[in-house]
C-alpha cells in the first residue's frame, strides 16, 4: 500500500473544506448511494463525523448493481490511459485489505476471487491484436504471461476449438459488487451513518460560495462538506455557482446465465472478442456488455442481448445449455475523458467530487473511498489522484 493511501480509518485533524471550529469533525452530506457513497459514508461516520446519505432510489443499485465487479486493471490497459492505469493498479493493491475490513465491519462476504484473468483469442486477426496488447502490457512492466491454446484450455478446458492463444493476468481478480453494495450499506449504517433512501437531493445549497448543505424532501439538510458521488446522474444535481459537471449515462446491457455450482463450466474471468464472461460462487455467469450514448434509456433490445450472447458463445460453446438467469440494463458514469472526477471543487468551497468513474467503479472503489476520505479530515489530496480534478474540464479563469 503506498505511503499516501497509508490507512482507510485516518484519525487526521478537520480538513480545512469544513466551516467547524476547534478539532470537530464536519457535517458530511453525501449525494448518492452506490458503492461509492456507501463506503464514504462508513468511512468518514467511522472517523467520527455526522454523515447523512441522500439517495434518490434505494441504496446499492445503480451502476452499483449493474456492474460485473471485475478488478481488471491490467486487462482493461490501454494506451493514452497510463495515468488512469497508475490509479487503477494502487486501487487494485488496496482491494484485499478493503474487501477483508469490509467484511470484518459489516459480517457479510463480498467474494473476492483471486484465480485471475484471462484474454483470449479465436481468430488470426484476434491473435494479433491480443500480441499487440501484450506488448504494450509488458513494455509497462504488467504482470502478465502468455499463454498457447493448450495453456489456456488446460486452464479452461470447455473454452472453444478454436481457441488461438490467450494472456493471462493474475493480479486481475474480481469481487461480487451485489454483496459489496449489501455489505457496505450495513457498514454504514453500523458505524453511524444516517442512510435516506427515495429522498433525491433537489440540489446543493450554497452561500457565500461555500457550501451551506443540501436540499432535499423540501429541506434543507445543513453541512460543512457536500460530497457529490451520484453516478451517471451526478450532473442533474445542481450546485451554482460550480460549473455542471461533464458526467454522461453509458448504457450497458447484461445478462446472466444459471451455471452448475458443482462442476461450473468456467472459473477465470475471460476476456473474449467483443464479451466478457465473469462466473459467479453461486452459479452465476455474467455476460457483459454493451456500450451505447442512450442516455437514460433502460430498455432491453433484441440485438443487443443477441450480441452478447452470440460473443459470449463463440469462446464458451457450452454455454448454450444454460438457462438464462437475468438480464438488465445499467448506466455507468462517463466523463469526457472516461476518467474519474475527484477532489475539491475549485468553484465552490467544502463541495467534493467523487463520481465519473466510467466502467472502473468497482475497481477504484478502495482508492476513491480512501483519497476522498483522506482529504475531507485533512485537507490534503494524494498524489496519485492528482490528475483527475475536475479543474481539467474547467476554463482557466475558472479553475484558477
Known amino acids: 500500500m503506498s505511503e499516501s493511501l497509508s490507512t482507510f480509518t485516518s484519525s487526521a485533524p478537520m480538513s480545512s473544506a469544513s466551516s467547524s471550529a476547534g478539532t470537530a469533525r464536519p457535517r458530511v452530506a453525501i449525494v448518492g448511494g452506490g458503492v461509492i457513497g456507501l463506503a464514504l459514508a462508513w468511512k468518514l461516520a467511522r472517523a467520527d463525523c455526522a454523515v447523512d446519505l441522500f439517495e434518490a432510489g434505494a441504496t446499492g443499485q445503480g451502476a452499483s448493481r449493474a456492474a460485473a465487479g471485475m478488478l481488471a486493471a491490467c486487462a482493461e490497459a490501454e494506451p493514452g490511459e497510463e495515468g488512469l492505469l497508475a490509479l487503477n493498479r494502487e486501487s487494485q493493491t488496496l482491494w484485499p485489505r478493503f474487501a477483508a475490513e469490509l467484511e470484518a465491519e459489516s459480517g457479510f462476504p463480498v467474494d473476492l476471487r483471486t484465480e485471475g484473468t484471462l484474454t483470449i483469442a479465436l481468430t488470426a486477426d484476434d491473435l494479433a491484436r491480443l500480441r499487440h496488447l501484450y506488448t504494450f502490457q509488458t513494455s509497462l512492466g504488467l504482470p502478465v504471461e502468455w499463454l498457447s491454446a493448450t495453456e489456456v484450455r488446460r486452464r479452461e478446458p470447455y473454452l472453444s476449438p478454436k481457441l488461438a492463444g490467450g494472456i493471462f493476468t493474475p493480479a486481475d481478480h474480481q469481487v461480487d459488487n451485489r ?101 459467479r460462487r453461486d452459479g452465476r455467469l455474467i455476460i457483459g456488455a454493451t456500450t451505447e450514448e442512450k442516455g437514460f434509456d433502460a430498455s432491453l433490445t433484441a440485438g443487443g442481448q443477441l450480441a452478447l450472447l452470440t460473443n459470449a458463445w463463440r469462446a464458451l460453446p457450452t454455454l448454450e445449455e444454460l438457462p438464462i438467469a437475468e438480464q438488465w440494463v445499467g448506466f455507468r458514469p462517463g466523463s469526457r475523458d472516461d476518467a474519474p472526477i475527484l477532489g475539491p471543487s475549485p468553484e465552490v468551497e467544502g463541495l467534493v467530487y467523487a463520481t465519473g468513474h466510467h466502467r472502473n467503479g468497482i475497481l477504484l472503489l478502495p482508492v476513491t473511498t480512501a483519497v476522498i476520505s483522506d482529504f475531507v479530515l485533512d485537507g490534503r489530496m494524494a498524489p496519485v489522484a492528482a490528475a483527475f480534478g475536475v479543474d481539467r474540464f474547467l476554463p482557466r479563469a475558472a479553475a484558477e
Request: charged residues 15%.
Open 179 to 279: 454483496k459489496v453494495a449489501a455489505a457496505l450499506k450495513v457498514a454504514a449504517q453500523r458505524t453511524g451513518a444516517r442512510l435516506h433512501e427515495r429522498t433525491p437531493v433537489a440540489k446543493v445549497e450554497t452561500a457565500g460560495g461555500r457550501v451551506s448543505g443540501v436540499v432535499a424532501a423540501g429541506s434543507l439538510h445543513a453541512a460543512d462538506v457536500v460530497i457529490l458521488a451520484a453516478g451517471a446522474w451526478s450532473r442533474g444535481v445542481p450546485a451554482a455557482p460550480a460549473t455542471p459537471l461533464p458526467v454522461r449515462p453509458i448504457k450497458g446491457q447484461m445478462l446472466s446465465l444459471r451455471m452448475d455450482t458443482v462442476a461450473p463450466i468456467l472459473n477465470h474471468v475471460l476476456w473474449a472478442p467483443n464479451a466478457y464472461l465473469v462466473p
